[in-house]
């Protein structure tokens, strides 16, 4: 199977330790990135007021080019980032404005990364991804969590990660 993934960028510096991260798993993928950061996308707006910002051209963008979706966004405050968290509250224009996007969405795979401060990751921070997923009808292939440490992916990771990649991302690498 060829696969065409793209990493969703959701940190609030656009060359951070997740893009350190999203750029290491690129190299292995070959994945595309889009950076959130860079998108104007405005929070979700009951009455649409919004519609025409970077948000329905994004998700164009992704549902119609890529069949494999990878969330990757630092974690704030033990969540994911409110650049993500915008991006997630707007899937919801697919459901009620743009119908078709949303169905487009359905038998798509999603992954996630999280980039924290070190190796722990609180219960729970999973759970919208997943939960999410099973929503619109999307495969949750799994999650991985990272950090950098002084500048650089730590060793464990460098291995890990790879691990992650093969065993749930990309199968036939
Ligand atoms: C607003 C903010 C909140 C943070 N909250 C947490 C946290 O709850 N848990 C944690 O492990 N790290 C936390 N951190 C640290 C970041 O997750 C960590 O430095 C991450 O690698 C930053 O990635 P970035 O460079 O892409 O923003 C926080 C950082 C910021 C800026």
């Known amino acids: 199977m060829n696969i065409?993934?793209?990493?969703?960028q959701g940190?609030?510096?656009?060359?951070?330790?997740?893009?350190?991260i999203a750029l290491f798993i690129k190299e292995k993928t070959g994945f595309d990135i889009i950076d959130l950061k860079?998108?104007?996308?405005a929070p979700f707006d009951?009455?649409?007021?919004?519609?025409?910002?970077d948000f329905l051209p994004t998700i164009k963008e992704i549902v119609e080019n890529y069949d494999t979706l990878i969330f990757a966004t630092p974690v704030y405050w033990y969540a994911m980032s409110g650049i993500m968290k915008n991006f997630m509250d707007r899937i919801t224009d697919c459901l009620k404005i743009e119908k078709e996007i949303g169905r487009k969405l359905r038998g798509k795979r999603m992954?996630?990364?999280?980039?924290?401060?070190?190796s722990e990751l609180k219960q729970g921070?999973?759970?919208?991804?997943?939960?999410?997923?099973?929503?619109?009808?999307m495969h949750y292939l799994g999650d991985i969590h990272t950090w950098v440490e002084d500048g650089s992916i730590p060793k464990q990771l460098q291995n890990d990660i790879p691990i992650f990649i093969s065993e749930k991302i990309k199968p036939e690498i």
């Open 125 to 137: 921070f999973t759970m919208p991804f997943i939960e999410s997923a099973n929503y619109l009808g």
């Open 38 to 41: 860079s998108k104007n996308i």
């Open 111 to 118: 992954g996630m990364i999280s980039c924290g401060f070190d």
């Open 4 to 8: 065409k993934g793209v990493i969703l």
């Open 11 to 20: 940190s609030s510096k656009s060359n951070g330790n997740t893009n350190k």
């Open 46 to 53: 009951y009455d649409f007021k919004n519609k025409d910002d």
